[in-house]
């Protein structure tokens, strides 16, 4: 059974209970579910015409798969396909598909497939800007036989083989003529059951998955408003895991190891104040850097996630393979950040809005924020604003001076060589390092993608807070939990009930 229906629409933290664990349906009429706790429902369930995260959070790996995977480590690893080439000028990969792979119909998972998907998202007026971009580089697919299939690029691009293992590889049924927002056409362990819109996405085991069928009959992503309510599931036992807790000060309350497990790993969300640069005065070195240097990180990282995360100077975390600690760029240092302002010619004064999405690290960041700031002379006026508001008119109409967000897109170093997207970061310098870097051989990307990271820093385009951690709170039992969240996929088929 699958459907539609509407309800309230709210923000939650990322939790997963289980329930029923023992024994197969067949085997023993217990049907095993998982129930799992999410931060943002999905808008819709198309992840190629929108961008939330919440979308890929589900589907990727689950119900949609790609050609190739990304690992806990941040290693590829084949799915689709059993093996890849490049060519010597690395613009054609080869792709070996596997032959067993079919989609929830039945139908194969087969190089006309590949080719369809392909050419659907390079004639899909409404794709997004995001995956939009991304595709540029692609010239086009070819069948070479069943289980071969070639895509040919424009240029050299390492980048665009990591973009493949998220949502611009999702391989959907050609053959499907199923409306993407409301339903699935996948070829993963799962498929989907029931999109209620507001409470939640129910999935359901594929009983014809070609791969290693899923370990749960049913799994429900449940959307909740309040993380302290998503703290009180579980240790009423209501939950059997927090994927990510969204209260980390309420880590205490997980103490008894006899009840809890907790797992701390690193993600890919970097909470970046972000500075629009098409404001004359953000448009300035000397007030992006005076900006940075008041703001104790330490201090900031210490009060709104309890100490938790990682300091980060650039667009890179720690399972980034070019990652280095930049967090020293323009350190702390709030005499420093007045002589500069006055330099920029704002020594009587500065005010900027600080436009925050209703999110708990981003609000509780803001109220830190801008009490460093007034200490500089620079006035911060904070409004809070519904996610889906903050998109439409900080994201998309970019109507802001300051914000603060969290990018989990894995390795987005790039969009600040995109002058149009957000931050309006105009750096030709930035542009061509990055570019560069994406076009190197194997033996000169980590370094120069690390120069491009630290033209970033010190040119202050944005201020990095920190990098969010990945703390997991699990009952006893369950087990191939991630330490790290290096995808943006609550990824289904590692998890086991040992």
Known sequence: MRGIRSGIAGLICLGLALTGCTGGPEATGVVKTLVIGATLEPPTLNPFENTAASIPQVELYNVYETLLKVDSTGQLQPLLAQAWEVSQDRTEYTFHLNPAATFASGNKVDADAVVANIERLQGDPKLSETLAAQLKVVAGAEKVDAETVVIKLTRPSMMWLYDMTSTLGMMVDPSSEVDLAKDTAGSGPYQLREYNIGQSVVLEKNPNYWGTPARFDEVTFRYFLDPNAMNAAMLAGDLDIISNLQAPDAMSQFADETRFTTVVGSTNGEVVLGLNHDNPALAKLEVRQAITMAIDRQALMDTVWNGQGTLIGSMTVPTDPWYEDLSGTNPYDPAKAKQLLAQAGYAS???????????????????????????????????????????????????????????????????????????????????????????????????????????????????????????????????????????LSFDLTTIAHS
């Not at 809005?353 to 904070?382: E, H, M, N, W």
């Not at 604003?385 to 989990?408: A, C, K, M, P």
């Not at 920190?466 to 969240?485: Q, R």
Request: hydrophobic residues 45%; contains cysteine.
């Open 349 to 487: 004064g500065l005010t900027l809005k600080l436009r925050v999405p209703v999110v708990p690290y981003a609000t509780k960041s803001a109220q830190f924020v801008t009490s460093a700031l007034r200490d500089i002379g620079v006035t911060a006026t904070i409004e809070e604003l519904e996610f889906s508001r903050w998109i439409q008119e900080v994201l998309v109409d970019g109507n802001y001076d300051l914000t603060i967000v969290s990018h989990v897109e894995a390795r987005d170093l790039g969009k600040f060589a995109d002058s149009s997207y957000y931050w309006h970061n105009d750096d030709p310098t930035f542009a061509e390092l990055y570019q560069a870097a994406d076009e190197a051989d194997s033996a000169n990307q980590v370094p120069l993608m690390q120069q491009a990271a630290r033209r970033l820093a010190d040119q202050a385009a944005a201020v990095w807070l920190f990098c969010l951690p990945n703390i997991v709170i699990a009952k006893p039992g369950l087990s191939g939990i991630a330490d790290n969240m290096t995808t």
